[in-house]
């Protein structure tokens, strides 16, 4: 064979390809993927007892409920209302497709009374749940079926609509003869069939089964209900208190197990604790108080106060729990206590402003303050959701006035602040370490969410959220690098109702990220187009035969069979492969 062929390795075609599949995200929560507005004149509210929620299908569909003062709030023709009451605040629930860009439906859901949205919650079997409370006596119920078809005082509400939104499957009004009130919040059981709690003021609940408290004790106490998926049987319920107050954020959990934890306020000194509880007294005025029952509503298992020697409380709806694979339990709210109990090592042990936020963990039985900290700085902070991620950390969202130190992590979608905005934080679970931090905001105005326990969901790496937002069109983050056009991109009234996707930095997202793996963006993930499949820029010597390439071997040498400008290196007998004095191609060899 030509000694020529042995000594420089001659190639008659040098193509040098690789294929790369697409980059997955991988960096803090930097980009807005999609997000919109949603409003009319009026005011779309989330504080007080007015409340916003947002939960989601099999097919990313996003379902949102909340109060609004808009006579004209955009509904979709073929739903169950599409017309205004007269009350100062109705009840809305409208359904968006994943890239926030269609109104698919929307509805109010009123009647004549005073109609308070209270929890959303997708069915299992994909029908939509709505939890209200109502003075209304004309709310649709089936007079045959439903569990009961009368309203007596204020009652909570319950109905289940189709998919569409236009029609009322199921329904039934729950209370006792006087009132039920300051919200109402549900989940399901394995079964699907469902439990709610809420406070009553009624000495004549409904009860079923073999209740845990069979009777009421004070002005206000709590109650937990169960009943099948048809709203028309109940199964099992129980009042739970002490010999004082019961009131204001009332939520549920189901847990691994199918124990039903419930955690409110209290300003009884005897409410029901159990042997072993984290903290047997109440400390001061409202104190949290957590309770898990057996499914049938009849024993208490673990129950404990938690708090310092200050109020434990903010507002009439907040907060959420959530059970890690352990089945401890994760809780956030906001304390004006000093000395709320916090464990030494956590990310901030020291209590800075009147309002400070919290985070615990909690062993399942209640008895072990495995993890807490404050994150709180120098104004009051409010919190709304915590979800656990797929590698154990915690995201969550709040909203703050505050300058934050230290502040946002590289590459947060904001690292700035202006007037109360909301803020993402994803922690370790631990509760040691910040791991990203970012704010979402817009000038002028004040954007938050802290009256709702349903305003992050999470998808994969990315997270929706929700908030209300007084800032003007022009800064809140609504139009996006997604191509998408959001369903509504300005702003109307004195407040309006906006959900946002934010995911981590991702090639293909059309934002170059600082981190060292991008070096160009071009919103996709083709390459031979100026920027490669891996957010390269490609050039000569990327590996990859370009357009108005020849040849690439992954590097900028000449002499090896691909120039240094990419052109293919022709052998000759006599000279080497960089010297082109001459052009002897040779274009067919063989053993000499």
């Not at 930095?505 to 991008?518: H, K, L, Y």
């Not at 022709?570 to 052009?583: E, F, I, V």
């Amino acid at each position: 064979m030509n000694n020529v062929l042995i000594k420089y390795s001659c190639y008659l075609s040098i193509i040098c390809l690789f294929c790369f599949s697409p980059v997955l995200a991988n960096g803090p929560l930097s980009h807005v993927e999609y997000s919109t507005f949603v409003w009319w004149t009026g005011n779309e509210h989330n504080g007080g007892m007015y409340k916003w929620g947002m939960v989601r299908d099999d097919v990313w569909n996003i379902y949102t409920i909340g109060m609004v003062s808009s006579t004209n709030y955009p509904t979709t023709a073929w739903v169950l209302q599409t017309t205004y009451w007269w009350w100062s605040y109705d009840c809305v629930v409208s359904k968006l497709d994943p890239t926030l860009s269609t109104l698919l439906a929307s509805t109010y859901i009123w009647w004549s009374g005073d109609d308070r949205c209270a929890d959303i919650e997708i069915w299992p079997k994909g029908s939509i749940f709505v939890a209200m409370n109502t003075t209304s006596s004309n709310l649709p119920v089936d007079l045959i079926n439903s569990y009961d078809a009368v309203r007596n005082g204020r009652d909570t509400y319950i109905a289940r609509l189709d998919p569409n939104l236009s029609t009322v499957l199921n329904s039934t009004y729950f209370g006792g003869s006087s009132n039920e009130l300051y919200g109402t919040d549900m989940e399901f059981d394995a079964n699907g069939n469902i439990y709610f709690t809420s406070a009553t003021a009624s000495t004549n609940l409904p009860l079923a089964g073999t209740p845990y408290q069979g009777l009421r004790a004070w002005s206000y106490d709590i109650f937990v209900a169960h009943m099948d998926a048809a709203l028309s049987t109940l199964y099992n319920s129980t009042y739970i208190w002490g010999t004082s107050v019961e009131l204001y954020n009332n939520t549920l959990t189901i847990d691994n197990n199918g124990d039903i934890l419930v955690r409110w306020h209290t300003l009884s000194t005897n409410y029901p604790v159990t042997t072993g509880a984290y903290q047997a007294n109440s400390a001061w005025w409202y104190d949290i108080v957590l309770s898990r029952f057996d499914p049938t509503l009849t024993t208490l298992k673990q129950s404990t106060y938690l708090g310092g020697s200050t109020h434990d409380y903010y507002s009439y709806y907040g907060w959420q729990a959530i059970f890690d694979d352990n089945n401890d339990l994760y809780l956030i709210w906001s304390t004006a206590s000093n000395d709320f109990p916090v464990t030494i090592g956590t990310y901030d042990t020291l209590y800075q402003w009147w309002r400070e936020a919290f985070i615990v963990k909690i062993s399942e039985d209640l008895s072990t303050l495995q993890a807490s900290t404050f994150i709180g700085w120098t104004s009051s902070e409010m919190w709304s959701s915590i979800e656990l991620m797929a590698d154990g950390n915690l995201i969550f969202l709040g909203s703050t006035p505050s300058a934050i130190t230290p502040g946002p992590t590289i590459d947060a979608f904001d690292a700035t602040r202006s007037g109360r905005d909301n803020m993402l934080w994803i922690i370790s679970p631990d509760l040691t370490t910040m791991e990203q931090f970012t704010y979402v905001w817009g000038t002028n105005g004040s954007d938050y969410n802290f009256e709702t326990d349903e305003s992050l969901i999470l998808d994969g790496e990315c997270v929706y959220f929700t908030s209300s937002s007084s800032s003007n069109n022009s800064t809140f983050p609504i139009h996006t690098g997604s191509g998408e056009i959001p369903y509504q991109s300005n702003s109307a009234g004195s407040r309006d109702h906006t959900v946002t996707k934010l995911c981590p930095a991702s090639c293909g997202d059309n934002v170059v990220q600082s981190f060292e793996w991008e070096e160009c963006d071009d919103e996709n993930l083709i390459t031979w187009d100026g920027c490669s499949s891996t957010c390269k820029i490609e050039r000569c010597g990327d590996g990859l035969v370009l357009s108005g390439e020849e040849c690439d071997d992954s590097n900028d040498l000449s002499g090896d069979g691909c120039s240094s400008t990419c052109k293919i290196e022709y052998c000759r007998d006599d000279a080497p492969l960089n010297d082109t004095s001459k052009n002897l191609a040779i274009t067919s060899l063989s053993p000499s």
